[in-house]
């Protein structure tokens, strides 16, 4: 009972010092690729770098003791991140307080969800995301994911579209109107780094190496350049006036949505007491508020593009102090001073008298030093009503992940795998990830290779992991100011180059042709739905579905003959001839009420097709199981075959139908002497009575040993 609640006491029995240092090496490696990337992956989520530093504090180390596999790596992954982006983008400004606060309340929900999946042991639950859907899923988030850290390549910033595509051209055409190279190298560098690492010496912790000498590269050379100024400063009048109009569209925009609430707030106010005019009130005012707030927001969009694309030149006046033209608006004769400028804006207005203007790169900026306060996140019902279906998503996605990882690892290793106990484990750090300020993590593929390929012997090294990462929290956060945003973004690209599977597309099309369409339209569908990726899973889950029900609605019905081998084949398929006198069907799957008349349709057109026919044979072998309506459809099938002067039987009936015919009296109806346990007892039962006054020499049922004999 104790190892049941505890699984990790199992580890212990014979555990010594030896694998407890080879435990903590395997940690300490993990620590070094997790600490970047998990960083990396918080900004895909939308969230400040740090989060995902508080993602890798406690699950890790709860995953591993309450789960089942011994080297998974739990943490922040990529396809959770972007999914949490995904999630959270409806609801939130990305990097927000109200953001944060959902994304937490995001990782408390998917740990409910997935603890309460492992508990009541309903793991199987996680079928219902095929593997041709998961595939084309998977592929089409790399590429949302790489490509959306282009704009951090190129050192531009712009609005997030409707569309995915939408984001990715206003990227392209931003960067075409200006790039910021010093920005662009720095990535380039970190991707030569971490592939000459990768090529070098796969041991090398690449992405550790290219991290740190990218740092120290953006320190020394002071990479980040950013200065305050003031609006009077901005010698341009139509910069002036376009931050003027900026910041009292976005003043209007937040009392706007104040007013929004208080109206939502009288909606509700009117329901509760059944007061149709004041409802009628909240809902034109609301109705029309909200196409104000849509106005003003398009124009606020167009006003921070405009100001985004505007660039600088700072002129030094006698006193020092400089002053920032355009471009396009420099004083003749004036010195460039070789530094482009660029004006910081976001969602919120800008202080006039302390303009951002920036003429480096994007870096990481200062990390709150210290452990995150422990709280449990704020319950809001409406907002977890909105949520549920992408805590559904991830938590079927994430535990996919982590328990087909588990099982790749586990084939090596020969450990055994509890899928429910995994959940349970995941859960566990799902919500007590929550309580220490994570977003949703799962299991890593990168990092759970380094766990194996470090010989951990078990989960002591996830939590050697989960120890690292609160020694850098509490002593090592000032290093990390210097980390370019362009370095982050291309770990991220370099993670996500191994999501790529084409030959899975190859693989599902040669399995079965519907199962390859499904994941190229699953694939599809997630990259033409993007930012909304829910709607590209749930396409491939539909397609899925359907094609499970057509084919249970129209499962495969054939008529059998003697093939050369002398086994009973599908005619049609080996081009056999048929017996004129008896007919073997062959019925292969469940006989419910979606597909109980299909059955009854395949049989009266072989009837009309053989005029000479005298019993049919049904063949039950693949008849696991029949319902109310099945058997109800073969009761009449016997009367019709036998009302129309011809004969019936079945072979091969299992147990579980057996009890069905019994219980309903369908057996006494058939007649004992009419149900025979094998094919070929029903062939050698029925062949002299048919063949009795027949024309045929020589029946494709009988075998040769049969006509020898005879």
């Known amino acids: 009972m104790l190892e049941k609640c505890f699984p990790f006491l199992v580890w ?21 690729v997790l600490i970047p990337q998990s960083m990396a992956y918080a900004q895909l989520a939308g969230l400040p770098a740090y989060y995902g530093l508080y993602a890798s504090f406690l699950p890790p180390m709860l995953a591993a003791l309450f789960g089942s596999s011994r080297q998974l790596a739990t943490g922040p992954v990529a396809v959770v991140s972007l999914m949490t982006a995904a999630s959270l983008a409806p609801l939130a400004t990305a990097g927000s307080e109200g953001y944060v606060a959902y994304a937490v309340l995001l990782a408390l929900m998917v740990g409910i969800f997935q603890l309460s999946l492992g508990i009541l042991r309903l793991g199987l639950v996680v079928n219902f995301l095929s593997h041709p859907v998961v595939n084309g899923f998977t592929n089409a988030a790399a590429l949302i994911i790489a490509s959306s850290q282009l704009s951090k390549m190129f050192g531009v910033n712009v609005d997030t579209a409707a569309h995915h595509y939408e984001t990715i051209w206003h990227v392209f055409r931003s960067a075409a109107h200006y790039t910021h190279w010093p920005t662009f190298w720095m990535g380039v560098l970190a991707f030569g780094l971490m592939y000459g690492l990768k090529w070098l010496n796969s041991r090398i912790p690449n992405v550790l190496v290219a991290v740190a000498l990218t740092t120290v590269i953006s320190w020394a050379f002071g990479y980040e350049h950013n200065q305050t100024a003031a609006l009077a400063q901005i010698e341009s009048p139509a910069a002036r006036q376009a931050i003027e109009r900026f910041n009292v569209t976005a003043q209007r925009i937040q009392a706007l949505s104040v007013e929004r609430t208080r109206i939502a707030q009288a909606l509700e106010d009117a329901q509760a007491r059944h007061d149709a005019d004041a409802r009628l009130e909240a809902e034109h005012a609301a109705g029309t508020l909200s196409i104000e ?78 452990l995150p306060a422990f709280t449990i996140p704020r319950i809001d019902f409406k907002i977890m009503a909105q949520l549920f279906p992408y805590a559904a998503i991830i938590s079927l996605l994430g535990f996919m992940e982590a328990i087909s990882i588990a099982k790749a690892m586990a084939a090596k290793t020969g450990q055994r795998l509890d899928p429910n106990q995994e959940l349970i484990g995941q859960g566990i750090a799902n919500i007590l990830g929550a309580v220490s300020k994570s977003y949703p993590t799962s299991g890593s593929f990168s990092r759970s290779a380094v766990n194996l390929q470090a ?27 210097h980390l370019p945003q362009s370095v982050l973004a291309a770990v991220i690209m370099m993670a996500v180059i191994g999501l790529v599977n084409i030959s899975g597309f190859v693989h599902a099309w040669k399995a079965q042709w519907y199962d390859g369409a499904i994941s190229i339209l699953a694939f599809l569908a997630t990259l033409a739905f993007a930012p909304h990726l829910d709607k590209g899973i749930m396409v491939g889950v539909v397609l899925s579905l359907g094609v499970f029900l057509y084919k249970s609605m129209r499962p495969t019905v054939v008529s059998l003959a003697r093939a050369e081998d002398e086994a009973l084949r599908c005619a049609q398929t080996h081009g056999l001839r048929e017996c004129d006198y008896v007919s073997m069907v062959r019925f292969d ?86 149900l025979f346990p094998t094919m070929e007892k029903a062939i050698d039962a029925i062949y002299d009575p048919t063949h009795r006054t027949g024309q045929e020499t020589v029946c494709p049922l009988v075998r040769a040993c049969q006509l020898a004999g005879s």
């Open 12 to 32: 212990f029995r014979h555990y010594g010092w030896q694998s407890f240092k080879t435990d903590a090496i395997a940690g300490l490696t993990v620590a070094l």
């Open 293 to 370: 707030l849509q106005r003003l927001k398009l124009e606020q969009a167009e006003l921070r593009e405009s100001l985004r694309l505007s660039l600088f030149q700072a002129v030094p006046q006698p006193d020092g102090t400089p002053v920032f033209y355009r471009h396009e608006e420099l004083p003749p004769g004036t010195e460039l001073q070789g530094r482009t400028w660029r004006l910081r804006v976001g969602n919120r207005p800008v202080d006039p008298a302390a303009l951002l203007m920036s003429g480096g790169g994007a870096v990481v900026g200062a990390i709150p030093r210290g």
């Open 455 to 481: 010989g951990a012997v078990s989960g002591l090294s996830s939590v050697c992991t989960s120890l690292m990462v609160v020694v850098v929290l509490l002593f090592f956060t000032p290093l990390l100011y």
């Open 589 to 674: 799957g469940p006989l419910f009420f979606a597909n109980a008349s299909y059955l009854e349709d395949k049989i009266t057109a072989i009837m009309r097709s053989k005029r000479n026919l005298k019993h049919i044979i049904i063949v039950a072998n693949g008849i696991n199981d029949i319902d109310a309506s099945g058997e109800e459809a073969l009761s009449l099938l016997v009367d019709r075959v036998r009302s129309a002067g011809l004969d019936i039987s079945l072979s091969g009936v299992n147990e579980a139908v057996m009890k069905v015919f019994r219980r309903t009296h369908l057996w006494a109806k058939i007649g004992d002497d009419h």
